[in-house]
């Protein structure tokens, strides 16, 4: 059967208005998952380790005996990776030490100055006490997210990582078990969804309360970290993953139409796009897709994901693709072009940026470097990837001499009398010299 992926044209009359139809996605989930996310954290909330006991056998269809049944201990992820074989083993090993080099990059540090009047301005940085991590496993397996999200909260020094993670039928993955050892992940608990949101964010008597949560996870994570949000810190919302691709034809057809299939194998809500001005590209890609889709696996997930939110799209020059680019503000963005580098300056919107064809998304996925969690439908627009920085918190540090006071302090009472605030005018002014302190 012929893969019907849509082809657009920037040319078209009707393109705007295809391109808001095919990017559309609704970043609210829908009332009932809201409601059931909703009913999830407040039965958390309220009956703590018996509801999470209790959900675990509803949803993921295995029964702890207790709540201590949930945790996941050192011992058990180190026996894991133990049992792994050593080609496993090296590769969680060499990604995490790749992982780790980008990150310590980020670290930020400290810093201060003495303004005119001998007053020390400056910025304290302070790791997170506690950071949690979620990480999916309903449908699948991902122990690259147990590193990408763990070792840049360990390079910035939270105080602890606690991991989260569903077991479906009270299967625990090796894999993930591995990583989480690798990672230096000293305890995780075996419960997802929208409970585990909870347990991270509000805390029962096993799972301990966090300051932050971070890791993608499925429409009910997603709606219950957007409603624990303020309780407990949240990375972002994420959503179905995405790739778009510019390609001049210079990058081998059967690679992109592997890199496209590899965002789509997710599931069938993912999106993975192609421009290019070259009408030729689009249809050598478009044949290469279809002699390779019957070898995949997971070539349904595939059919219904690029024919449900997929396209090739013709622009009329290189310069339209890097502004439709902009526009749509992907997750992962490939330049699988002869000069990348003439496109880098005006590319402004997107989570990651893959150069040249030597450097597909999936590469990303697992070990070039940088975390894989990424801001989603567009939100690359004002997001960031995660990073070291989303583990550390900053303080502002105001240090005012004698003079700087005076100083700071005129201009604040000035401004505290025209907002109305006389008691914050009268604080400033029992600092400034020569003003009437009893007034």
Request: without cysteine; glycine residues 10%; hydrophobic residues 45%.
């Amino acid at each position: 059967m012929t893969l019907n992926v849509r082809r657009l044209s920037t040319a078209d009359p009707g393109f705007d208005a295809a391109l808001d139809e095919l990017l559309y996605w609704e970043v609210g989930e829908d009332d009932e998952v809201n409601r059931i996310a909703g009913e999830i954290i407040r039965d958390v909330r309220r009956r703590g380790d018996e509801a999470l006991v209790e959900l675990t056998a509803r949803l993921d269809r295995w029964q702890p005996s207790a709540a201590s049944d949930l945790l996941i201990d050192a011992g058990a992820f180190r026996a894991a990776f133990e049992s792994l074989g050593d080609a496993e083993r090296d590769a969680l090993e060499q990604a995490a030490a790749r992982i780790e080099a980008y990150h310590r990059h980020q670290l930020d540090a400290d810093w201060s100055f003495t303004d005119e009047h001998g007053s020390v301005l400056g910025q304290r940085v302070q790791p997170l006490d506690r950071a949690g991590l979620y990480v999916p496993g309903g449908q699948a397996a991902y122990p690259s997210t147990v590193l990408m999200t763990a070792i840049p909260a360990r390079v910035a020094g939270v105080g602890e990582v606690v991991m989260t993670v569903p077991t479906p039928d009270g299967v625990r993955n090796p894999l993930v078990m591995a990583a989480a050892h690798v990672a230096g992940i000293e305890r995780g608990f075996a419960v997802g969804g929208a409970q585990a949101v909870a347990a991270l964010a509000f805390g029962t008597a096993t799972v301990p309360r966090v300051d932050k949560i971070v890791g993608p996870g499925g429409a009910f994570v997603a709606a219950a970290k957007r409603q624990g949000f303020g309780a407990v810190g949240i990375d972002i919302i994420a959503g179905p993953s995405e790739v778009l691709i510019i390609a001049d034809g210079s990058a081998p057809a059967d690679w992109l139409a592997l890199d496209l299939f590899s965002q789509a194998e997710h599931d069938a809500a993912a999106q993975a796009i192609l421009l290019s001005p070259d009408a030729d590209v689009l249809s050598a890609v478009a044949r290469a897709m279809n002699e390779a889709l019957p070898q995949r696996p997971r070539a349904d997930t595939i059919r219904r994901s690029l024919e449900g939110r997929g396209a090739l799209i013709q622009t009329r020059d290189m310069a339209e693709a890097v502004a439709i680019a902009n526009r749509i503000a992907p997750e992962h963005l490939e330049l699988a072009v002869a000069d990348p580098d003439a496109l880098m300056d005006g590319i402004r919107h997107a989570g990651a940026i893959f150069v040249g064809a030597h450097s597909p998304e999936v590469m990303g996925d697992y070990a070039a470097g940088p975390s894989h969690v990424l801001p989603t439908f567009g939100t690359a627009r004002f997001s960031s990837p995660l990073g070291v920085y989303d583990f550390q918190k900053r303080s502002s540090v105001i240090r005012l001499s004698p003079a700087g006071a005076e100083a700071v302090g005129r201009t604040s009472a000035t401004l505290a009398h025209g907002e109305g605030l006389e008691a914050h005018a009268r604080a400033a002014e029992v600092r400034i010299r020569g003003v009437d302190h009893n007034h």
